[in-house]
């Protein structure tokens, strides 16, 4: 899907087709997720620190993501694929691959591409966004071509070609040639994909090690037997939070990574899932990050015993200077759990970790008191007004909010008006379907 989150916005928005459109976290340490093409211009992308690309595209509309809505409307487009083949491997909420021969779909280049071509037609007609698609013998070629056809285009790679298409392409456009290996690559004189195979496997053994080594002078030849795997197996499952001003208060901390204890159980058991081993993240003011970890003798999915394990790992770090970002992880994880875990963690965890996870009932920080109006009307999302009907966050502070009135399905940019944080007829909203008759 092209620039997903930012064109799901405009799909949503009507004075925000054609422009600048930057979606991410918008406090003072938030980072892009996606930029439209319109902001890509003045040269915004993704993971950028939301502060550059303000600097970048000031007059860009900035807005809080909507991961409700990105997930329905990703669930129709994976139908959609579903549809093509069995085997289709998600990679993320905006991309996906299909093996399109083991459902007799596709057997040769033209079949392929018509396949393509109606696939991109049935997006747009059930989403109103755009996709693109590659087309080529193997997955490592497949994404190369999806990223040679955005925006809006599809690419396929005939076989027998590839290696001549790859032959001129910088190292980066390879799996796993980040910027490390391909600074390292540099140093060694290889800068393209022909110098990766020109080397030799030996000689990039002895610079990238085994491993990397024979895989990436595989890749120069064109050479990836790896299938499209249907399902995935969940190694873990984790929640984080990043700091808008860095936390001091030991007790806060420790609040902090109760709140992502039990978040982290609450998605562990959406997945019906439980496991052994509770992982500590802690960022530090400096941006030194430490992990520290704890294997239960069997799995749980018990908030009680994730929180007191997390509690017990905090213990072992030291928070003096201040702390940006705080995760809780589950590993290990299984299809089932081990009752009397909870007696076993709560004998080892002693008093402190009890009274701790007791605060957590009767202490809200104050920064959070103070913020919560602030907190829901966030930019770009959706509310109802008592006269004015449907609309969205164009922005908020100081006690008010303004607000655009448009749809979806509306011909023109809608109107704005500005309200109290606290007026009665004003509430927040669902999204509407981005296509009028297609239930997101």
């Known amino acids: 899907m092209d620039a997903f989150f930012a064109s799901v916005e405009q799909a949503s928005k009507p004075s925000l087709r054609g422009k600048a459109v930057v979606v991410g976290g918008l406090g003072p340490r938030g980072v892009v997720a996606t930029a439209s093409y319109e902001a890509r211009v003045f040269g915004v992308h993704s993971a950028m620190p939301m502060a550059q690309a303000r600097r970048l595209a000031p007059n860009a509309a900035y807005l809080v993501p909507r991961f409700g809505l990105y997930r329905s409307v990703s669930e129709q487009v994976m139908a959609l694929l579903r549809g ?86 910088p190292v980066r456009i390879l799996p796993g040639v980040g910027p490390a290996t391909g600074d390292h690559l540099r140093r060694a004189g290889i800068t393209t994909v022909d110098e990766i195979a020109e080397a030799g496997e030996d000689e990039l053994v002895r610079l990238l090690g ?17 299938p499209v795997v249907a399902e995935r197996e969940t190694k873990s499952v984790s929640v984080e939070d990043t700091y808008d001003v860095d936390i001091h208060d030991r007790m806060r901390v420790g609040l902090e990574v109760q709140r992502l204890a039990d978040r982290c159980v609450r998605r562990l058991r959406g997945a019906g899932l439980s496991g052994r081993t509770i992982v500590l993240k802690v960022r530090r003011y400096d941006f030194s990050t430490l992990t520290r970890s704890e294997t239960l003798r069997g799995p749980t999915d018990d908030p009680a015993v994730v929180r007191e394990a997390a509690a017990r790992l905090l213990e072992s770090v030291d928070t003096t200077g201040g702390v940006r970002l ?42 959070e008191q103070e913020a919560v109006a602030e907190r829901r009307w966030p930019a770009g999302h959706d509310v109802r007004h008592a006269e004015y009907g449907h609309g969205w966050v164009q922005g ?45």
């Open 84 to 169: 093509l083949s069995p085997l289709v491997e998600p990679l993320s909420l905006d991309e996906a691959f299909v093996d399109l021969e083991a459902a007799g779909a596709a057997w040769d280049g033209r079949s392929a591409r018509l396949v393509g071509e109606g696939l991109r037609t049935d997006i747009r007609t059930v989403t109103g966004l755009c996709g693109s698609v590659g087309l080529a013998a193997s997955k490592m070629l497949a994404k190369i071509a999806s990223e040679q056809a955005k925006p809006d285009g599809l690419v396929l790679i005939e076989p027998g070609t590839e290696r001549a298409m790859l032959g001129p392409m």
């Open 326 to 367: 705080l995760g809780v992880g589950v590993s290990g994880l299984a299809d089932y759990t081990q009752e009397d875990l909870f007696a076993q963690a709560q004998a080892a965890a002693g008093e402190g970790a009890a009274e701790l996870a007791a605060e957590e009932d009767v202490a809200e920080p104050v920064a």
């Open 210 to 226: 085994k491993a990397h080594g024979h895989a990436l002078y595989a890749m120069a030849l064109a050479h990836d037997e790896r």
């Open 396 to 440: 908020s502070g100081l006690g008010r909010v303004t607000v655009r009135f448009e749809t979806p399905g509306s011909s023109e940019p809608g109107r704005v008006r500005t309200f109290r944080v606290e007026d009665p007829e004003l509430e927040p909203a669902e999204p509407l379907p981005l296509v009028p008759g297609v239930p997101a």
